[in-house]
């Protein structure tokens, strides 16, 4: 979705949105939109052709669990404050723009319009915890056979034997087994 921005009415306007989790297909690598999206948001003419963007996005989103690669959902409420600048700005041989008074992220539109779909994908990655977890106790999976160690006990000795040793273990087990 690209918000025209030539088409705001007055200095300040106000959007609401639901977006299903097909507008974001293709979807990312690195987590999966598993629930329509409802975004908030007020653009406001900040100043040139700044604008400033201030809003809110609720979703759920869906991921592989860090440690046992299971599939989790995690609820997300993204509030966000951007400064979008026309993209031009941004190259090279231009000269640099003074930095802003109030600190906020700068965000980039191109002719005339804000891709809405981008600017959300942006504030889920940075929503994404660092290493999404099933729960802070997973176990994650057994190293040696990949079972999941949340769901079952393998039958995997944590303890590393001494490979010369096995076949004297052998003998062992065929004397138990006599
Ligand atoms: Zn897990
Ligand atoms: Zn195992």
Redesign the pocket.
């Given at each position: 979705m690209l918000l025209d921005l030539s088409r705001l009415h007055g200095s300040r306007e106000h959007f609401e949105r639901t977006f299903q989790p097909a507008a974001f297909d293709p979807q990312d690598v690195e987590y999966r939109v598993a629930a329509p999206v409802h975004l908030t948001m007020d653009v406001e003419k900040a100043g040139g052709d700044a604008f400033r963007v201030t809003g809110r996005a609720t979703t759920r989103l869906a991921m592989q669990c860090g440690r046992c690669l299971e599939d989790i959902e995690l609820p997300i409420d993204a509030g966000f404050e951007l400064r979008y600048v026309p993209q031009a700005e941004n190259s090279a041989d231009e000269p640099e723009r003074e930095i802003a008074e109030d600190d906020l992220t700068t965000a980039f539109y191109r002719e005339g319009a804000i891709d809405v779909i981008e600017m959300l994908r942006e504030q889920f990655v940075l929503a994404l915890p660092m290493k999404p977890l099933c729960a802070q106790a997973c176990r994650g999976l057994?190293p040696?056979?990949g079972?999941n160690l949340n769901r079952t006990e393998?039958?995997?000795s944590p303890i590393w034997e001494d490979p010369r040793l096995a076949p004297l273990k052998g003998l062992l087990n065929r004397e138990k087994e006599n």
């Open positions: 057994c040696a056979c079972e393998c039958a995997c």
